[in-house]
Structure formats: structure tokens, C-alpha cells
């Protein structure tokens, strides 16, 4: 599969090809620049593949109709560097709306929001503003956010981009424990650390071409 | 649930921008207003064409030195002819009585004129009042004839008139239409961009397409009816307070009474229009401008 971006001189992702099974929790690693991220939006379809295919959970995600993008977006969860909450919301504001906004009720909510904050360890402080928790916790809140609807796949990019070593890893330990609900996990980043502590698949990636994938890698 | 969501963000997103919500009202409620006059004025002069065609005649004023051979020779070729409905003759005498009768306020000018200054004529009535050229064409050679004159001329210089004003009306409609639309891009932009975290996350967690594009549309809709009403409301004070009771009183004379019933079916138009335009412009801009 290729990715050229427009005005480009050379494709984002130059003819790679990846599988990643159901379950598995994957690092894609590599410098800046380098096409991880890229990775990233293919399979959320915020943008499409110049040539090959982007097969999510066995359909065609590259040349899937506009109108069916909400849908297939429900069953995959998504955290960033930048944790995108809404900063007028509380934090159980914050996870149901992602609840209200593909049609769940308020009792639904009410039901599940509180179970999946205490589940990432914010039991307690469901009705702070963002600006009222530390990094770590606002992380938190994302990954609720994105795990709310028990997604098949949890995208992770750069999560600890922002995060002290000490609350990167528990922000791993999060993630770790929801890749063993079944929940398949792709995590991009560049903290070497992390991805030595864990010892799981490592995909690394240099000017849009896969250089190296191991299980049970170590970064570079 | 959806529905009240739907309907909340709608009113926060009016409130939010009030002032521009505003604007946007009072510029399409002018626009909605000329339309809505246009559209009064059209309807008019529909009927008053209507009205007046059936009763408007040719007259056919003959010299006065007029012999008895041409007058009888005009009226043989009147009645055989296919395009008339039917004619009548009048003598100086009628012709004096009428005009007094048109004039019995102003006795001067009724003791100016003698009864034989009035020309005596053939009043026809036209079977189709637009053949008028036709029938002048055939008796302008006619001997003894001293005028020929359609009242149709006449009423048609009143018509022209209101197509003038229909067509200045229209003109303002579109001019303001214009702007109001631009206000309504304007709006959803501005919307927009302070619900642009909400709609990311929206996006990325999956809503669908219309659950999140649709209080911006109906935010635009919503003011395009509120102008509509408010355009409605127009129109129905410059009935009640201009052409029933005001300074356009004597315009109703000649121009026929609009009905009330004819100004409340200009409020459905109004409303269409009002909703229709809105949510097209409102649903490009998401799609084209800003793709929400």
C-alpha cells in the first residue's frame, strides 16, 4: 500500500505491506517524518491510500462510501498527543458525549460512563474540568473516551508524547490492560522506553518503507 | 433525546452569535418582504387584467359632419364583425348625459360643455382585448371616423407601473437576499469554528454525518423562518396600515382591494422559500467551505 500526499516529491508510506492480527499489540516506531502517523489516519479514513488496500476487521476501508465512515469509526477508539477533550466539559461530560453523539441514551451513559472511569483509574474525579487534572489524568479520560464503546481497535498516537516517563508508563499500564480485554492496540510513538519496557511487536518504519518488524522488539 | 440534543445546540449556536443572528434575520426578513410585495403586486395585476380586459371597449368616435350612409355603412361592418362581442352606439346626447353624470362635482365644466360638442361613437367590446391593433387596423380607413381609442392603453400605462414596482421590489429582494445569504455563510462559519473541538470529536468517534451538520442547517433555517414571519408580518401591517386605512388608501381605488386571504397565502411562499434557500446555502457551506 502507497501514500502520496499531494505536492509530495516522495510517498508518505512508499509500498508497504502489514498485517496485524486481532489481539495483538503493535508499536509502529521511527523517526519524525517518517510516515507512522500516517498509518494512523489511514485507518481511521481521514485520508485514503494512492494506491493498494487498508483492510480493517475484513472491509475495505480505502474506498469505503463517505456515508458509512461514522459507522466503521464506531469500533475503533482513538488517543492522541494532545489528549482533544473538550475543555467545557467535565470528565464524565466529556466520555458521554461520545455516548450522545452516535445515539446512546443518558441512561446508557449513566450506566457505563462511570464504569470505564473507574476502569482507567479516575474514580473519584468524574466531574473535574480538564483543566483540573494533571496530564496523566486527562490522558486518561481520552483512553475512557475512546474505550467507551468497547472498540475492536484502540489507535494510540503518540499517547505519552506530553507525559512525564513516570506517567507515560501508567498510561501504558492502561493500555496494556485494555489490550487484554481483546482489544487489538496500534500505538505510534518515539519514547524508547516504553517500547523496551513492554517488549511487544515493534514495526519500524524510515522514509515510508517498513526496516524492520519483530516481535517482541526493542526500539532501534 | 437526539432530537432535544439537535434543538439545544441550535439555540446555543443562535445565542452565541446573537448579533450576527440578528442581522441575518433583519436582512432576510427585508429580503422576504420585497418578495413577498412582488408577489402581492404580481398576483394583482393578474386579476386587475382580468378585471379590467372584460370591461374595457374600443370607441370609436365618429366627425361630426358624419353622414347618415358612412354611419350606417360602419355599423354594418361592426356587426359582421368576428372579433367583436358586442357594440354599442352612442349619441352626442348619452355622450353629454354621461359626462355630466362623470362630472357632477365640478359644475363648471359641466356648464362649459354643450351637448352637441360631444362626438357620438361606437363603444365595441373586443371578443379578445389584446386584438386591438386588428380592429384599429380594419376601421381607421373607414369615412367619417374622427378617433379610434382603445382604453386598454390606458389601463396598460397603469400596469406598467406596478411591473415597474414589481421589478424595483424584486430587485431589492435580491439584493438583500444576497447579503442575507452571505450572512448565513458567515454564520455557519463562524458556528463552525467555535464548535471545531466538538465536531472533531464527533467526527472521530463516529456520529453520523447529519447529527452533526444538522443544528448548523437548522440554525439557518430556524432564522430564515423567523424572517419569513417577520416578512409576513410586513406585509400584513401594510395592508391593515397603508392600503386599508392609510396614505395608499386611494391607490385601491383603481388597483382593486388585495384580500386578506391573498396576503395569508403569501406566508406558506415566504416560509418555503425562507427554509428552503437556508438550508441548500447552509448545507454547501458545511460541505464546500467548511467541511464540517
Known amino acids: 500500500m502507497t501514500k502520496t500526499y499531494p505536492k509530495a516529491s516522495r510517498p508518505s508510506l512508499d509500498d508497504v505491506s502489514v498485517g496485524i492480527e486481532k489481539g495483538e499489540f503493535v508499536f509502529f516506531i521511527g523517526p519524525s517524518g517518517s510516515g507512522k502517523s500516517t498509518i494512523i489516519k489511514l485507518l481511521l479514513r481521514e485520508i485514503q491510500p494512492t494506491r493498494g488496500k487498508v483492510l480493517v476487521n475484513g ?107 513516570d506517567t507515560s508508563i501508567e498510561i501504558m499500564r492502561l493500555l496494556d490492560r485494555i489490550n487484554r480485554t481483546g482489544t487489538t492496540v496500534v500505538m505510534v510513538t518515539h519514547d524508547s522506553n516504553i517500547v523496551n519496557q513492554m517488549r511487544r511487536r515493534v514495526i519500524e518504519i524510515d522514509s515510508g518503507r517498513i526496516v524492520r518488524d519483530q516481535p517482541r522488539g526493542v526500539y532501534g | ?40 403586486m404580481f398576483w394583482q395585476v393578474q386579476d386587475m387584467k382580468e378585471w379590467y380586459y372584460d370591461k374595457i371597449e374600443v370607441s370609436i368616435y365618429l366627425k361630426k359632419d358624419v353622414t347618415d350612409e358612412q354611419r350606417t355603412a360602419i355599423e354594418a361592418a361592426i356587426k359582421e364583425d368576428p372579433l367583436v362581442e358586442h357594440y354599442e352606439y352612442e349619441t352626442s346626447e348619452q355622450a353629454y348625459e354621461n359626462f355630466k353624470q362623470m362630472f357632477r362635482d365640478a359644475p363648471d365644466m359641466v356648464s362649459a360643455v354643450k351637448p352637441e360638442y360631444m362626438p357620438e361613437s361606437f363603444r365595441i367590446s373586443l371578443k379578445n382585448p389584446e386584438q386591438y391593433q386588428l380592429a384599429y387596423d380594419r376601421y381607421k380607413d373607414y369615412p367619417g371616423i374622427s378617433e379610434i381609442r382603445d382604453q386598454r392603453a390606458l389601463v396598460d400605462k397603469i400596469f406598467s407601473i406596478l411591473g415597474g414596482m414589481q421589478t424595483v421590489a424584486l430587485a431589492i429582494a435580491i439584493g438583500q437576499g444576497v447579503a442575507a445569504l452571505l450572512l448565513v455563510v458567515n454564520t455557519i462559519q463562524v458556528a463552525a469554528y467555535s464548535k471545531r473541538r466538538e465536531v472533531a470529536v464527533m467526527k472521530l468517534v463516529g456520529a453520523s454525518n447529519w447529527f452533526i451538520q444538522a443544528p448548523f442547517v437548522l440554525e439557518a433555517v430556524f432564522a430564515g423562518v ?40 403569501t406566508l406558506p411562499f415566504l416560509l418555503g422559500i425562507a427554509a428552503a434557500v437556508n438550508a441548500v446555502t447552509g448545507w454547501v457551506t458545511l460541505r464546500f467551505y467548511v467541511r464540517v
Open chain 1, 59 to 165: 472491509r475495505e476501508v480505502g474506498s469505503m462510501r463517505s456515508w458509512k465512515i461514522p459507522q466503521f469509526r464506531r469500533s475503533i477508539g482513538c488517543v492522541f498527543q494532545d489528549f482533544r477533550l473538550l475543555p467545557n466539559r467535565t470528565a464524565y461530560e466529556n466520555v458521554a458525549f461520545a455516548l450522545e453523539v452516535i445515539g446512546k441514551s443518558k441512561a446508557v451513559a449513566r450506566r457505563v460512563v462511570p464504569e470505564v472511569l473507574e476502569l482507567v483509574g479516575l474514580g473519584g474525579k468524574e466531574h473535574r474540568y480538564p483543566h483540573e487534572l494533571s496530564g496523566g489524568e486527562q490522558q486518561r479520560v481520552a483512553v475512557a473516551r475512546a474505550f467507551v464503546n468497547r472498540p475492536l481497535i484502540l489507535l494510540a498516537d503518540e499517547p505519552t508524547g506530553n507525559l512525564d516517563p
Open chain 2, 1 to 40: 433525546m437526539r432530537a432535544r440534543y439537535v434543538l439545544t445546540e441550535v439555540f446555543l449556536g443562535l445565542w452565541r452569535n446573537v448579533t450576527m443572528t440578528i442581522a441575518m434575520i433583519i436582512t432576510m426578513a427585508v429580503s422576504l418582504t420585497m418578495v413577498g410585495a412582488s408577489l402581492l
Open chain 2, 226 to 265: 423567523i424572517g419569513a414571519l417577520i416578512a409576513f408580518g410586513a406585509l400584513a401591517a401594510a395592508k391593515a396600515f397603508l392600503l386599508d386605512s392609510g396614505s395608499l388608501e386611494a391607490l385601491t381605488d383603481i388597483l382593486l382591494t388585495v384580500p386578506w386571504s391573498r396576503v395569508f397565502t
